[in-house]
């Protein structure tokens, strides 16, 4: 070989490995960039069931939707025990496991805990153990109770580590990232890089960052005020009121990011109101168009007045990480059509001399759901005297009459919270279920029925219950229910 065609090849060497070497770069890059979008799409979906949790005002059946995803996300997850008010209790600062952080955040923080994450200003650093840090902001805010003590707690977006491990499976193209420990160590912040805020990026948006829009848009129109309420109803699909998995875990996302946008703003649990005073409302819905999950919310002044109706999207892909029941069952949707051909809920009216109604369950006076074993009890009022038809449409179309017997309310009885005797325990079959009321200052027709085994059974098609149950001077309301097995 001549000197000349050794150069080549050596030329040819160099270049082969300057071309290997920055592809082993850019592989590595990819990886790196891929393992961060992925980690911050988990932690933000963990922040999100810890704020449902922590929060007092997100309700049981919020908290249970989020259980499940909550219990992989966080399963060995150890957390720095930060929870403690500055000088107070200072030997118990060790690391909990979730389990006992968990606990002792309901044990201290009996009216909640306001918890956030603020992923916009993220560092990451990538060790070489396949542990992976990502630095945040974290904010905590609550009264802090123990041994007869009261203080206010405040941690306002102070930094904190997050770690998570990096395992790859049998097909490296497949990489689990599971959070390990959360805590307060900043000893190598400064390696960290700055990570791309994906916020407005549709690509990588998340129900998270929908919520937390949302609820920021809202917020600068509600009124700063120390006794300001609102109701905030579970979002459905296309508004048909049919409450899954989905709907609840963001309705209970919403709540939270609207606590922590307003402060001051008292979220009002349907289940513990007594009264029929007028508050705001925040109603909501979504649908899907193309390959986005659009969320719609509306809100409502005490006037029944829409104040402002906003929306935003993300990819459905995106979406369905939450849960796969973003679109219901379609007989449901039929059934749901169904009765709402025939059952409607008649207009509010802010006129407290006219004839108001109202009828809820344990669960409040808004679309729900109950899961087997589930007990459901019914309360009614209203501000008149005047007598109330109460039925319960259960998933296999029997009507059955609340009571045995229509109910007349008195002068002693008017604006209290009056509670059926009957009790009904979530059973199979399960599906599309209604408690349906009329309210009358006249006299309601006679119903076809008979009785068995103690319960009024009506005979009566629903359209027929209907003419013989409304007039001019008829209040009509519906509360839809969904029933599901374990």
């Known amino acids: 070989m001549n000197i000349k065609s050794s150069s ?48 007092a005002k997100t309700d049981d059946d919020e908290k249970n939707a989020w259980r499940q995803i909550a219990s992989h996300l966080l399963e060995g997850v150890v957390f720095e025990n930060d929870l403690n008010p500055k000088g107070f209790l200072k030997d118990d600062s060790k690391d909990l496991p979730i389990e006992e952080y968990l606990q002792l955040v309901q044990t201290r923080y009996p009216n909640g805990l306001n918890f ?29 109770y123990f041994d007869g003590k009261r203080k206010t707690f405040l941690n306002n977006y102070q ?3 997050i770690a998570l491990r990096l395992n790859e499976k049998d097909n490296k193209d497949q990489r689990e990232i599971k959070i390990a420990y959360l805590d307060n160590d900043l000893s190598e912040f400064n390696k960290a890089t700055t990570v791309e805020d994906y916020t407005n990026n549709l690509q990588q948006r998340t129900l998270e960052d929908v919520a937390e829009k949302l609820a920021g848009e809202l917020s600068k129109v509600i009124p700063k005020s120390e006794t300001e309420e609102i109701n905030i109803e579970k979002t459905s699909f296309e508004g048909k009121n049919i409450v899954n998995t989905f709907s609840t875990m963001f309705t209970g996302e919403l709540k939270t990011m609207l ?21 705001l409302s925040l109603k909501s819905d979504y649908k899907i168009i193309g390959k986005y999950l659009e969320i719609n919310a509306t809100l409502i002044n005490t006037e029944g007045t829409e104040i402002i109706k906003i929306s935003d999207k993300v990819i459905i892909n995106n979406a369905e990480s939450w849960s796969k029941d ?7 949707l039929v059934e749901v059509e169904n009765i709402n051909k025939i059952v409607k809920n008649t207009p509010a009216n802010y006129d407290s001399k006219q004839l108001q109604f109202d009828i809820r369950t344990n669960k409040g006076n808004q679309a729900q759901r109950f899961t087997e074993g589930e007990i459901l009890s019914i309360f009614i009022m209203a501000n008149r005297p005047c007598k109330i038809r109460l039925v319960y449409r259960d998933a296999i ?7 045995n017997n229509d109910i007349e309310i008195k002068a002693q009885d008017i604006n209290r919270l009056i509670k059926i005797p009957e009790e009904f325990k979530c059973a199979a079959p399960f599906g599309i279920e209604a408690l349906i009321g009329f ?6 027709g006679i119903l076809q029925s008979e009785k068995k085994q103690g319960i009024t059974y009506i005979l009566d098609s629903l359209e027929k219950l209907k003419s013989k149950s409304t007039s001019e001077q008829t209040v009509e309301r519906i509360i839809q229910i969904t029933t599901y097995s374990k």
Request: overall charge positive; some cysteine; charged content about 20%.
């Open 397 to 403: 179309n029997n009507l059955l009459l609340m009571n």
């Open 326 to 332: 973003i679109i219901p069952q379609k007989e449901h």
């Open 439 to 444: 309210a009358t200052t006249g006299d309601f």
């Open 116 to 144: 956030n994450i603020d992923f916009s200003k993220a560092r990451i650093f990538f060790k070489k153990n396949k542990e992976i840090y990502v630095y945040a902001h974290k904010y905590m805010q609550g009264d802090w």
């Open 259 to 279: 606590g922590l946008a307003h402060p001051s703003l008292k979220i009002t649990l349907p289940t513990t109101s007594r009264s029929m005073n007028r508050i």
């Open 159 to 161: 930094w904190c580590r």
């Open 8 to 55: 080549i090849l050596l030329f040819l060497f160099l270049i082969y490995s300057a071309i290997s070497k920055s592809q082993k770069l850019s592989n590595k890059s990819n990886n790196q960039i891929e393992s961060t979008q992925k980690s911050i799409k988990i932690l933000k979906k963990t922040k999100a069931s810890l704020q449902v949790f922590f929060n």
